[in-house]
Every structure is written in C-alpha cells, then in structure tokens.
C-alpha cells in the first residue's frame, strides 16, 4: 500500500516487494525506453530485442518499450505490435529470454494518437484524437521529419473498437508470455490526449467533466482487467510533461483525479513520469498524487541511486523507474550494489540502428 509504516526506515531500492504473486527482487524498475529496433515490416521484435531484454534482466521488473495495440496506433517507424501472431512469437521469445535469466517483464500498450502521420498508418489514414487539434512538431516517419497533421476527432462510436484494440493487445500479451501489462497514459498519446482540456475539448461523454476525461482510460482498463489480474496491471501518467505538446489548465487537480479514479480496482501501480521530460523542471508535489491512490508508486524521470533511495527510505515512492541510466548499464542493479561507475548513454543510437548502443553496453567485469 502507498503510505509505509514504521518498516519503512529499513526500506531501500534493494529491498523485494510484490505484485499480486508476482515477487519483484527490488525496486530497481527498468523504464519503458521506445528504441525503434523491431524488425520490419511486421513491427515484429526479433532476437537482439530478446538480448537486450534478457541483458536487463536483473531489474526488479523490466517494462517494455511502447508497442501499439493495432496497426492504426502507431505513431514511429520500427517500433514493436502487439496485435498480430508473428509479433506475438517475436515477444514470445523475448520474454523466455528474460525468463531464463530468472527477470520479470511488463508489456506497455500504447496507442499515439494525434502523435503519428498518415504515411505511418493503414491506408494513409489521418491520425485521430480526441478533438481536432493538431500538435506543434514534426512527426517521424519513414523519410523523416514531417510537420504533424491535424487529427480526426473520434466519433463516440467509435470509442468501443480503440477499446477493444486494448482488449486484443492485452489478450495477446498473456498468449505471449508477458508477466502483466503498463496502460500507458502518458506523454501526449492518445489516452493523455482525452485526459487534458489542452487537447480534449468534446462535448460528448468522453469530454468535459474529469469524469468524462478519464472515461476511455476507465474503460481500457475494464478491458485489461478482463484478461489480467488487476495486480499485475500498472497504469502510467506524466502530469507535468509538456512533450508532444500536451497541455492541460490545472495538471494538479486532474491527475489527483486521475489517480483517485484509478483506485479501488487493486491495480499493481501508478507509474508516475515527475516534471517535464523537455525542461526537466518539476513543480508539483507528487505525494498530492501518490496520496489518492490505493496501489504501489513508482516514480521517475531524472531519478539517480541516491534520489532512488531517498524517495523509497522518505516514504514518497515504492518503486523507482530508471530509463537512460538502464539503457546504458544492463547491469545496473549490480552496479547501484556496489557503487559502481557508471556508462554513460549514447542518444546518438537511442533510436534505431542495429546492436551498437543497444546490446553491446558493457557489464562489470
Ligand atoms: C519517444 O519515442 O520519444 C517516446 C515514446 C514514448 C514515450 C515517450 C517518448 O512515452
């Protein structure tokens, strides 16, 4: 549960925890990291997935870069599906691999949204969202930058088939081995698009009143939850990012909402992206957050050992997510133990390429 007891002075980042039956062996979590490796076409994930996952297996859980629930939610080249049977054995290897160096790993579902382009979608379609407000920014697509275009609102009839593209991916996750699932509802993708007023201005049952807002987020999870014991299932949001030019008039006191609407399913945790990716700046209390919900917390973004510890020993987090620190160290877990140096993160592979900046960070000796 979010608030610690009197144990909590005796609690570190090496210390286990669990979710549901699942044993985490710490709290040292590998943050979903998009890395435009899967093999194309098919957006399948292939073997130097598989060993970049199972290099990274000591985290107290792996979760996987966004991977789109259908062909119409992706939003950038090369990254991996879950909605067809090759991608379904592509993860299935993954996830042995990770199994057999004895990790844990969590599918994030992802749908784009606003945040892609035609010449990325099925039949050249135009991207949708919730209204139609097209983002400051240049999709990435196959011949490279290109200004983004303006989004179709969904129809409210519509509602039910993103949903049930949610349903299908999250079915296809347990057919492929995953040991649960993150909703990623973060970082201006389509589930962040309905929460804001920035980019949600409809005046259906999906717009309006935080109520409304929260509703497609409300119902993928039903979705989910069909599949899924709610313990195994993590949702991620990122009050205070302004990537992908989201925007929202009151960030505290929607995702307070967010976070209380999220509680009373016994879902595993709110993973929690703190302050702006793009500035770094961070201007919320986030225990406003922690404090409405009923499940563990991970926090993230900008996260180090000593601020890891400090977050999980002060109470304000039962788990920290780590994202270019765990891209660069595979061994990261060992290395923290032993305040070891560190490698230092190449963004000039972060996206794309083959296995350099990729598999072949090196381990401790
Ligand atoms: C990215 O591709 O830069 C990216 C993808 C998913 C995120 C954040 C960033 O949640």
Redesign the pocket.
Known sequence: MSSNTEESTSIDLFSPIALGDLKLPNRIIMA?L?R?RAAMPGNVPQPMNATYYAQRAGAGLIIT??SQVSPEGI??PA?PGMHSEEQVQGWLAVNDAVHAKGGRIFM?L?YCGRISHPDLLPDSQQPVSASAIRPEGDA?TYEGLKPFVEPRALHTDEMPVIVDQYRQAARCAREAGFDGVEV?S????LLDQFLRDGTNQRDDSYGGSLENRTRLLREVLSAVLETWNPARVGV?I?PENS??DIRDSDPPATFRFVSRALSGMGLGYLHV?EGD?MTGERGMDYRQIRDQFDGYYMANCGYDKARGQAAISGGDADMVSFGKLYLANPDLVQRFKTDADLNTPDPDTF?GGDEKGYTDYPTLA
């Open positions: 979903p998009t435009n870069e966004a939003g950038y990254t994030q992802w990435v990623h973060a970082n201006g993708y991620r990122s990537f992908n992206v990716m996206y």
